[in-house]
């Protein structure tokens, strides 16, 4: 982060990231914010103290024309409201409205799918990345931070730590991905991390995104998957299976059954028995 050398406020913002630190805020939301606060002042090229509304409401639909997502533009919208309202106590917000959240619904793979994305990784350790994603439900930055004292190959449990919202949460794995894991673990202390990079530390999250966007071309896949798209599979999966909705919610770790809901929308559990009047 260079915000300090672009303009003479570099207290407020060692401020924003104290005060953030202080409210518990995750570490992926930490960055997220100073990311968008400094990309915000370099485009406005203004000291925040001359910010007014129609600067924000400018950079906001400059990220609208952009094509980002209504998700990604209430993170900017939340990022600077903290920075401005919070730390340089301005409050100039009260116009400014939210970009509506998109309706669009989540991409699923049939089960089918799945096999052919882990069907076309060669190596073992990415196979078991993505089928761990799926196999639990996890995010990519749950998967990338996993140790092996999380894993409890036993009970087929697995504990994500301090995910999103601060939040500890207990999860499934499947038989045949532990059988693996066991293998896969042997020689590994658990303080280590489950998948660690090959030239030490932590994956990173693009990295697991390129391994997924890899296998996906491999196959003849032409739906816009991501590697969200196995957490939603995994969701949408065990829907369709019986699986009561809040255990899928708490597997999830979402904070309201609303938010699970979603997957009611795209599971075909029922309609695939509706036979079309033509």
Do not use: W
Request: glycine share 4%.
């Amino acid at each position: 982060m260079n915000l300090e050398k672009n303009y003479n406020h570099s207290n407020s913002f060692v401020v924003l990231r104290q005060e953030m630190s202080l409210r518990g805020f995750s570490q992926s939301t930490v960055e997220s914010y100073l990311y968008y606060v400094e990309n915000f002042i370099r485009f406005i090229r203004k000291s925040p103290k001359e910010v007014n509304s129609s600067d924000i409401k400018t950079y906001l639909e400059k990220l609208i024309k952009e094509g980002k997502s209504s998700s990604t533009i209430n993170t900017a919208y939340s990022a600077l409201q903290f920075y401005f309202e919070k730390i340089l106590r301005r409050k100039f917000f009260v116009n400014i409205p939210r970009t509506k959240k998109s309706k669009k619904l989540p991409v699923v793979l049939t089960k089918e799918e799945v096999l052919q994305i882990l069907g076309a990784v060669n190596n073992v350790k990415h196979k078991l990345i993505l089928a761990l994603m799926y196999s639990s439900g996890l995010r990519v930055s749950e998967v990338v931070d996993l140790k092996v004292c999380d894993l409890d190959l036993e009970s087929r449990l697995l504990t994500v730590r301090q995910s999103k919202g601060n939040k500890d949460r207990t999860t499934i794995i499947s038989d045949k991905v532990a059988d693996v894991l066991k293998k896969y673990l042997a020689n590994k202390n658990g303080k280590e991390l489950v998948f660690g990079s090959d030239f030490g530390g932590k994956l990173t999250t693009r990295t697991v995104q390129s391994i997924f966007h890899d296998a996906i071309k491999k196959t003849s896949i032409k739906k816009e998957a991501t590697c969200h798209s196995l957490r939603h599979s995994f969701a949408t999966h065990l829907l369709e299976s019986g699986t009561d909705i809040r255990y899928i919610q708490e597997l999830l770790g979402h904070n309201s059954v609303q938010t699970t809901q979603i997957y009611t929308k795209v599971t075909n559990y029922g309609l695939k028995n509706i036979k079309s009047p033509l």
